[in-house]
């Protein structure tokens, strides 16, 4: 059933390891004027994500869990059920969400991962990629499921591969892609 029903906005929580560049984007994306979505928290397992800033810039609210037992992720859902979040993305959580966790949320959890999945599920795609000499590379958001990098794909965004890409120059360029993909991805998620 489609989330988006009229003018609402839906309340997501968006989970972060590390940088948080797509969180700044989605937070970019949720100001728009005819956003979907409203960014009310900030969620990671890591206390010392950079990402974890834009908290701080936005006035967002952030919480840290370890999510390393059933236990921690109770917790989690409870905060998310408490501040009455509907839809979540992961964007850069390195994380595996366990099947009871992706129950709570069954087909409300997307993730944006940087390969054109099926191909390069998991951690180095960009050396993968390069290493196997494929012609390009580029980024994909799916719906979570209880497989790594496995539930329905929403869309992907192809980038080219060149000569002399190593891992880093290619990680750059498809990040900008991301930075793209992830808002056009809510929108069609929010929509199914
Ligand atoms: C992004 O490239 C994202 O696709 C990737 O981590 C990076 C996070 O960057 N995610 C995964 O590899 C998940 N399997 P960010 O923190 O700057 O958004």
Redesign the pocket.
Known sequence: MALLTGSNRINIAVF??????????LIKFSKLKKSPIIIKMIISNNYK???LQFANIYKIKKKVFDFKNTLSEKKVIYELKKNDIHFIC?????KILSRSFIKNFKGKII????SLLPKYK??N?YEKAIKNKDKYSG?TVHFVNSKL?SGKIINQKKVKINKFDTPETL?KR??IQ?HKLYPAAIIKALSL
Do not use: R, V, W
Request: with cysteine; proline share 3%.
């Open positions: 972060i390891s590390g940088t948080g560049s797509n969180l700044n984007s994500a950079k990402g992961l964007a850069g959580f390195m993730n944006i991962h940087p998991g951690l795609t980024c990098d990680a498809i990040l991301e």
